[in-house]
């Protein structure tokens, strides 16, 4: 009955078109602090780990990232707010954990990291701050086109017992507050990022669960391709905004 009401309630307010603005703007004083300081934001704490693991050597070919991508500020600088993007080597379109998680099993030829992995989401964040700042700007034309389709008609699908796509909240609701959370516009630039209620650093998709469990929908496996359509969708809307990975949310 609460479910209902409040379904009831996110979808009579009529909708409304706004610029793009990023998830930090609908943060309180505490969060915006946070992350405007890097020795305070706790995400920093999964990079510097990010930085030891982009060092160690791993797996049959006992090689590390360094090894063959040298410094991360030159070869991953930009990398991050061009991702998600159509894949050669692997034939589909992948994320940025996508890449990294291929290098680990096909290059250092090492047991693929469980999603979530202090050192999974560690590399994310390390090797997206070369990129911070940077406008995001992704290709969807080409072999990306499908994904990027399969992105868009996801983003405006009703889903769960709440029967509310991401839209409903994300444009429609804006601004509005829901069980004392301010609702944003659901753009993915401060991601992965630390957020207060898991204690930890996680990644876009960890996000997005937590939306999909929100609506009582069925939540989608992590590294799913509709998870990936859906982090190429949210990155063309975001176009422009600057990447500000890794990030603090609430
Ligand atoms: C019932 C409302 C609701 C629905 C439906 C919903 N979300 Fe969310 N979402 C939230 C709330 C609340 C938050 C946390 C506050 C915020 O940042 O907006 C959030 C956060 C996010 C964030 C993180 C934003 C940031 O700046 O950190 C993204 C991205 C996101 N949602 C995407 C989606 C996508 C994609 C869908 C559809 C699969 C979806 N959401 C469905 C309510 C919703
Ligand atoms: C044996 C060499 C090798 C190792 C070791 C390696 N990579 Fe790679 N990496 C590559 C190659 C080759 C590509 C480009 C593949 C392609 O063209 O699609 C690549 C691509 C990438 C990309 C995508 C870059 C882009 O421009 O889209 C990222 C991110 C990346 N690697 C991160 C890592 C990380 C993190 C590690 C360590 C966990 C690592 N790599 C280990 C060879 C390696």
Known sequence: MRILALSLALLAAPAWSQSPRSGLEFQGEDIRRLQGDDFA??????????????????????????????????????????????????????????????????????????????????????????????PLRVDVAGPAQASFERGRELYAK????????????????????????????????????????????????RRLRACFLGVRAEMPNYRDDDLVALQLYLAWRAQGLPLEAPGVRR
Not at 164 to 169: G, N, S, W
């Open 158 to 205: 009703r889903i769960g017992q709440m029967n509310l796509a991401c839209t409903h909240c994300h444009d429609r609701q804006a601004g509005k507050t829901l069980l004392a959370e301010k609702i944003s516009q659901g753009q993915p630039t401060a991601w992965p990022a630390y957020r207060m209620e898991w204690q930890a650093a996680g990644t876009l998709e």
């Open 41 to 134: 934001n706790p995400a920093m704490l999964w990079a510097e780990r990010g930085a030891a693991a982009w060092q160690r050597k791993q797996g049959a070919a006992n090689t590390s990232c360094a090894d063959c991508h040298g410094a991360v500020e030159q070869s991953m600088r930009g990398v991050a707010a061009r991702l998600p993007a159509w894949d050669a080597r692997l034939g589909r379109v992948s994320t940025l954990e996508g890449r990294i998680t291929a290098c680990i099993t096909r290059e250092q030829r090492a047991a693929e990291p469980a999603p979530e992995s202090h050192d999974l989401v560690g590399l994310l964040a390390y090797v997206a701050l070369p990129s911070r700042g940077m």
